[in-house]
Nanobody, 128 residues
Framework: QVQLVESGGGLVQAGGSLRLSCAASSDTRDVAGMGVAWFRQAPGMAREFVACINWNGASTSYVDSVKGRFTISRDNAKDTVYLQMNSLKPEDTAVYLC???????????????????WGQGTQVTVSS
């Protein structure tokens, strides 16, 4: 069974930065070998796509609202995917969850239904 764990959330002032980490473990599939995405869910809001990255980092994608501020990356030697968040805004406040694509290592998809394994999330709170 794949297990995903997010870390790095916290409380920051507007304009500040956080770096989230997502680590996964599996006997046959892991973060190093699969497409991974970050989603977020704010109180009273639907879960939304934030960013994705394929197995080797050659393909990345971002929701428009975070372009130029967030960077997704991966260190396969550490079996970890990161989300560097700069210039944070109060509207970035949400629980951030990482997810592993259900099938394709080369996938970088915005579609929530294509992801099978999810972490429990890490809270990001941005104060004004």
């Amino acid at each position: 069974q794949v297990q995903l764990v997010e870390s790095g959330g916290g409380l920051v002032q507007a304009g500040g930065s956080l770096r989230l980490s997502c680590a996964a473990s599996s006997d046959t599939r892991d973060v190093a070998g699969m497409g991974v995405a970050w989603f977020r869910q704010a109180p009273g809001m639907a879960r939304e796509f934030v960013a994705c990255i394929n197995w080797n980092g050659a393909s990345t994608s971002y929701v428009d609202s975070v372009k130029g501020r967030f960077t997704i990356s991966r260190d396969n030697a550490k079996d970890t995917v990161y989300l560097q968040m700069n210039s944070l805004k109060p509207e970035d406040t949400a629980v951030y969850l990482c997810a592993q694509h259900r099938l394709y290592a080369d996938a970088c998809s915005r579609t929530i239904g294509e992801y099978l394994y999810w972490g429990q999330g890490t809270q990001v709170t941005v104060s004004s």
